[in-house]
């Protein structure tokens, strides 16, 4: 190159002219991509967008029919809108005046309530009831109930009422099968404390709770297996011994001097 040609000026004015031609055409992308942007939605977007939007509406659709009153025929309605449903049951709600509990499976323990029946229990004549006959035929029907039942005992007393780590054994126990009203009256109010079967001392260190959910008929089945399995035989239990002694439920745990001292 002629050193003699060599123009600074001309140098420095080829490279403005570079950085603005590079600077234009960068500002056509910019301008390009933001009007690409504002007219071209992303179709792949929308392909996928499509499906959700149907399901939704017909999800929606299927909704509004379900939550709809309902009629079999005029002035019969059989299905009521939730929404209506809640704020009717949340008005009754908000109008109803509480009321003291009144069933004594629901009593506090060490309450007022469950003094005042414990205090009443106190001065209130034993209840008896008569001792069945052992060697009467037991119904299969209520063994079987029984044995249905029996699966809430099975946990802790073992499922052929061997016992376990938390409960005594129930076979060849003389507290299973010894006066009717023992057995009925741990179910309704449980039981604590130590306690001797078969001549071995237990003493767990929970007591075991009250069963008395169980209805009559219940309890009576239950207690007629576990008085005629694993070897015990004793006089079936019937639901008005059972009954007899639904009162004492709400009272406290009750404890091996509670109760009768088998033969």
């Known amino acids: ?26 500002l056509a992308f910019v301008v390009l991509a933001i009007f690409k942007g504002k007219a071209s939605p992303d179709v792949a977007e929308d392909a996928a967008a499509t499906p959700r939007y149907d399901t939704k509406k017909k999800v929606d659709t299927a909704q509004s029919a379900n939550f709809s009153y309902k009629e079999v025929e005029a002035g019969k309605v059989v299905q009521v809108p939730p929404h209506d449903v809640f704020s009717h049951v949340g008005g009754l709600l908000a109008s109803s005046q509480p009321v003291a509990v009144e069933k004594p499976e629901q009593i506090v323990p060490g309450s007022p309530t469950q003094k005042k029946m414990e205090e009443a ?24 109930a029984g044995q249905a039942t ?6 802790c007393h073992g499922m052929n009422g061997e016992g376990g780590p938390i409960a005594p054994p129930l076979a060849n126990s003389e507290w299973v099968t010894g006066p009717v009203s023992n057995p009925i009256r741990i179910v309704l109010r449980g039981l604590g404390g130590p306690i001797s079967v078969a001549g071995k001392d237990y003493n767990f260190p929970a007591p075991m709770g009250q069963l008395s959910s169980l209805s009559d008929d219940q309890i009576a089945a239950v207690l007629t297996y576990a008085r005629n399995s ?7 239990v019937t639901a008005d011994q059972v009954k007899a002694f ?12 509670d109760l009768k001292a088998p033969k």
């Open 246 to 257: 639904r009162g004492e439920v709400g009272l406290p745990v009750l404890q091996v001097s």
């Open 121 to 144: 229990a106190k001065t209130a004549a034993p209840i008896e009831v008569a001792e069945g006959d052992a060697n009467a035929p037991i119904d299969p029907a209520v063994m079987a």
């Open 1 to 26: 190159m002629d050193p003699s040609k060599d123009n600074p000026l001309i140098r420095f004015r080829a490279f403005i002219w570079g950085i603005g031609i590079f600077s234009l055409f960068a």
């Open 230 to 236: 694993w070897g015990n035989k004793a006089s079936a």
């Open 150 to 155: 029996f699966a809430l005992c099975m946990a």
